[in-house]
Structure formats: structure tokens, C-alpha cells
């Protein structure tokens, strides 16, 4: 007889056991305890058998089992259309204000006669003061005063990008940058005139080569950031 109630009393446990982990189940992942399929199973009955405590028992793991599979799917999809949704921004990557900053005035300016005079046809068209072209890309080529941000300089300017110093111009004193566009269009679209806080990166030693340039825009890793600054340009 004591045999009897202590075997009951098991079953009952396992089907409150059950009835707690199907509805832990339902409210985090979404799926219906009838979703998941009984039909090659008896329901649990008290029973003098013992094998239908061990039937019980493997119900449970059938419903573990898809519930970490559910559970995972649904992570994966998650995550995924999350990364997809947010391209990384050069702004986020890292704490910016450890570098020290300086206020400037900043407008645009291109390699056309509008801003330097030179025409397509001039042997000079689209060179800098350092002797390398002009670029718009992840690192663009600036012009500043040198005696307050010598040649080679690297800024970081929000909703620019990097800008290394490469090129000086007559109205480009004290504390004035000016900032590379292929257009007139995209200086006033993009641009205009700024009065912002820039980021000294690294300050320059008088010198700028194509070579360095070129590094620096091909840097494997930050490349994931390069169609932030150079997707308008290129459409």
C-alpha cells in the first residue's frame, strides 16, 4: 500500500514539474505547449506500471529539447537583423574625447578654379601644398595654417571623417581648416561653414606622401567605416 502512495505521489509531482516548465516555456519563447506533438505519446495515467514513469520522463526531454531549439532560432534571427539594421559609424568607435580638441572654423573647398584658380588643364590642378592629390575618402586631404597644424596633421571632424593636413590657402589662418569636396555642390550640400571642435588624432611633422595617404585609407581594419564618407561621392 506504501508502495502505492509513493508512486502517486511521484506522478503528481512530475505533472505539476511539467505543467510549470510547458508554461515557462510558452512565455519566452512564444510557442504553444499544443504546438509541440504528443500524438506518439500516451498521456500520463496513474498506472501500476512503472515504465510509465519512465514515458514521463522522456516527455520532458522531447519538450527541453524544442525549447532550445526555439530558444536559439530565435536569438539568431534577432541578432542578425539587428547588425544589419545599424552600420557602424566612425563617430561611435571609439571615446573621442580622450584626444584634445580645438575649435575652428571650417568651410569646403574643391580643386576648381572657384577655390584655387587652376583650371583641369593646369599642371598643378588638384595638388596640395605637400605635393599629394587631392582625395575625399576616409582620410581627405584638409587645408589648415601649418603653424598651428603642421603638414601631415590627423583630425577627426564629426560628419567628416579624418582629415589629414596637406594643403594651405591664403584665407586658411589661425584657427580655420578648410575641407575637401569633389563638388561645389556637395561643399554647400554636405557642408557649408562649420564653426565645430575637432579632434587632434596625431600632429604632423611638416611632411605628407602619397604613400602614407594611401595606408591609411587602405587600413584593413577600418573598412567597415570607408562607405560612410565616400558613398555620396561615388554615386
Known amino acids: 500500500?506504501?508502495?502505492?502512495?509513493?508512486?502517486?505521489?511521484?506522478?503528481?509531482?512530475?505533472?505539476?514539474?511539467?505543467?510549470?516548465?510547458?508554461?515557462?516555456?510558452?512565455?519566452?519563447?512564444?510557442?504553444?505547449?499544443?504546438?509541440?506533438?504528443?500524438?506518439?505519446?500516451?498521456?500520463?495515467?496513474?498506472?501500476?506500471?512503472?515504465?510509465?514513469?519512465?514515458?514521463?520522463?522522456?516527455?520532458?526531454?522531447?519538450?527541453?529539447?524544442s525549447f532550445k531549439k526555439v530558444l536559439v532560432d530565435k536569438t539568431q534571427i534577432s541578432s542578425s537583423k539587428e547588425v544589419a539594421g545599424k552600420p557602424p559609424l566612425l563617430e561611435n568607435m571609439k571615446d573621442w574625447s580622450q584626444y584634445p580638441t580645438k575649435r575652428v572654423v571650417a568651410t569646403g573647398y574643391t580643386a576648381g578654379y572657384e577655390s584655387t584658380g587652376k583650371n583641369p588643364g593646369h599642371p598643378q590642378f588638384g595638388i596640395t601644398y605637400s605635393g599629394v592629390k587631392v582625395k575625399r575618402d576616409l582620410y581627405s586631404t584638409i587645408a589648415a595654417d601649418t603653424s598651428v597644424f603642421p603638414i601631415g596633421t590627423i583630425l577627426f571632424i564629426p560628419d567628416y571623417g579624418f582629415g589629414v593636413v596637406a594643403d594651405t590657402g591664403s584665407a586658411i589662418n589661425g584657427n580655420k581648416l578648410d575641407l575637401y569636396y569633389e563638388t561645389v555642390d556637395d561643399v554647400y550640400s554636405q557642408w557649408g561653414k562649420k564653426t565645430i571642435d575637432v579632434y587632434i588624432v596625431e600632429m604632423g611633422k611638416g611632411k605628407l606622401t602619397e604613400e602614407t595617404l594611401s595606408s591609411l585609407n587602405e587600413e584593413e581594419s577600418m573598412q567597415v567605416f570607408r562607405q560612410q564618407y565616400t558613398k555620396a561621392e561615388n554615386k
Open 1 to 65: 500500500m506504501n508502495f502505492y502512495k509513493k508512486f502517486f505521489r511521484r506522478v503528481g509531482m512530475v505533472l505539476l514539474f511539467m505543467a510549470a516548465l510547458l508554461t515557462t516555456f510558452q512565455s519566452i519563447s512564444g510557442v504553444k505547449a499544443s504546438s509541440i506533438n504528443y500524438s506518439s505519446y500516451e498521456q500520463v495515467e496513474a498506472s501500476e506500471d512503472n515504465d510509465q514513469f519512465d514515458h514521463t520522463i522522456k516527455q520532458i526531454g522531447v519538450a527541453l529539447k
